[in-house]
């Protein structure tokens, strides 16, 4: 069975800093890899995927995330911030081989971006 | 296309009470899929159907039931809510269920749920 663990449940961040959501996954398979970012009182949207190939992945609004299998870790950045950023992040898993739709989630990280 | 659509937005139940969640999506998508989400718990898999006619369980499917008669309605039936039931439901679709190159799946605005 596969889970995923995101490190921190809140990150609070000032605006144009840096930024570093932690994901941790376990599994006994191959997995894909996702980030999902989640507005206040909206839906789930993507932010970028790992499917195979290049480790390091880019994604939209900036975002960018790198797969280190060796580490089992996925942690998502940006280099400079802003106030719209600021919203709950969920990390998932999907099984290789498996039903591609069934998403294991993380319990998700909100970031507070502070003028 | 207006993607994935679920009514109601909000909805108030007593305990005992049944209703139908419905979720539609236009984008001729064969797999669909119900999550929950509450505080502090991430989303979590309820069902997941990966074609008209086809359902199965996710993690956790007790108290809710589900069918898939045709590729754009998946609804989601509580047929006797319970406090633990209090949740936001997120109905979510992707275009191939298979075991191919993994598209996006898109996700609805979700249902607010409380239960009394």
């Known amino acids: 069975a596969q889970s995923v663990t995101q490190l921190d449940s809140q990150v609070p961040v000032f605006e144009e800093a840096p930024v570093e959501l932690r994901c941790n996954y376990s599994s006994s398979v191959s997995v894909y890899l996702f980030w999902y970012v989640q507005y206040p009182n909206q839906g789930l949207q993507l932010l970028l995927k790992?499917?195979?190939?290049?480790?390091l992945v880019k994604g939209i609004n900036g975002f960018e995330a790198e797969f280190n299998k060796s580490q089992t870790s996925f942690h998502l950045r940006k280099p400079s911030v802003h106030i719209s950023d600021t919203a709950e992040y969920f990390c998932?898993?999907?099984?290789?081989?498996?039903?591609?739709?069934?998403?294991?989630f993380g319990k998700g990280t909100k970031l507070s971006v502070k003028p | 296309n207006a993607g994935v659509t679920q009514t109601p937005k909000f909805q108030v139940l007593k305990t005992g009470q049944s209703m139908t969640l419905q979720c539609a999506q236009d984008?001729?998508?064969?797999?669909m899929s119900w999550y929950r989400q509450d505080p502090g718990m991430g989303l979590r898999l309820i069902h997941y159907s990966v074609g008209a006619g086809i359902t199965d369980q996710g993690e956790v499917p007790n108290g809710y039931n589900v069918s898939r008669s045709t590729t754009e309605d998946f609804p989601l039936r509580l047929l006797s809510a319970a406090p633990s039931q209090t949740s936001v439901y997120f109905c979510?679709?992707?275009?191939?269920?298979?075991?191919?190159?993994?598209?996006?799946?898109?996700f609805g605005p979700g249902t607010r749920l409380l239960v009394l």
């Open positions: 984008m001729n998508h064969e797999y």
């Open positions: 998932a898993v999907s099984e290789y081989g498996g039903s591609q739709g069934n998403l294991i």
């Open positions: 790992y499917l195979s190939g290049s480790t």
């Open positions: 979510a679709s992707l275009p191939d269920a298979g075991t191919g190159p993994v598209g996006t799946q898109y």
